[in-house]
């Protein structure tokens, strides 16, 4: 199983700073293809209009529980796109995915399976719901999320309203 490493900014919070991580020896990325995608997500038929790979960190929040005590609750992504080596982009709130060189798309889930391990995020099936701007995210009308490592986050929360980065990658498929 590939590592992930991370480093924190200490100039500023990490909620402030997008975490530095890198994915080392990651083979899944270079196998992500619609082919790859769960049967239940039913792709067949669909092109490939853009594959990255997400490196980052899942924020989660600790929150009160009405009946008493705390709870974990996932608040967003923050990670970087990697395409042929090169940052292309980001993944942020939304869930959106913006490219550099412009036009970004904003997506809902319609689909999930488990990932690979109890400390996987899930796979996701995600419907584009919004476009912006011109480029390869233009004609995507699905986004599928693979190959997870990392991004669950398990254990108490004893403070309200503390946020916790927990590191993941993943293959994104842009699909029309």
Not at 44 to 56: A, E, K, P, Q, Y
Not at 60 to 88: H, M
Not at 142 to 165: D, F
Request: with cysteine; hydrophobic share 45%; charged share 15%.
């Amino acid at each position: 199983m590939p590592k992930i490493k991370c480093r924190e900014s200490r100039a500023l919070s990490w909620a402030l700073a997008l975490p530095t991580c890198f994915a080392l020896a990651s083979p899944a990325f270079s196998e992500a293809s619609v082919a790859a995608a769960p049967r239940s997500f039913d792709v067949s038929g669909r092109v490939n209009v853009l594959t990255t790979h997400g490196v980052g960190a899942q924020i989660y929040e600790c929150k009160p529980l009405p009946a008493g005590g705390n709870a974990w609750s996932f608040r967003e992504p923050v990670a970087s796109l990697i395409a042929d080596g090169q940052t292309i982009g980001r993944h942020f709130a939304g869930p959106t995915w913006e490219l550099s060189q412009g036009g970004s798309v904003r997506a809902k889930q319609v689909a999930a399976l488990p990932g690979a391990t109890a400390a996987d995020i899930p796979l996701l099936k995600l419907e584009v719901t919004e476009h912006h701007g011109d480029g390869p995210l233009s004609a995507a009308t699905l986004v599928i999320r693979l190959n997870t490592i990392g991004g669950l986050l398990s254990g108490p929360c004893e403070s309200a309203a503390e946020l916790r980065p927990v590191s993941y990658s993943a293959d994104y498929l842009f699909l029309r």
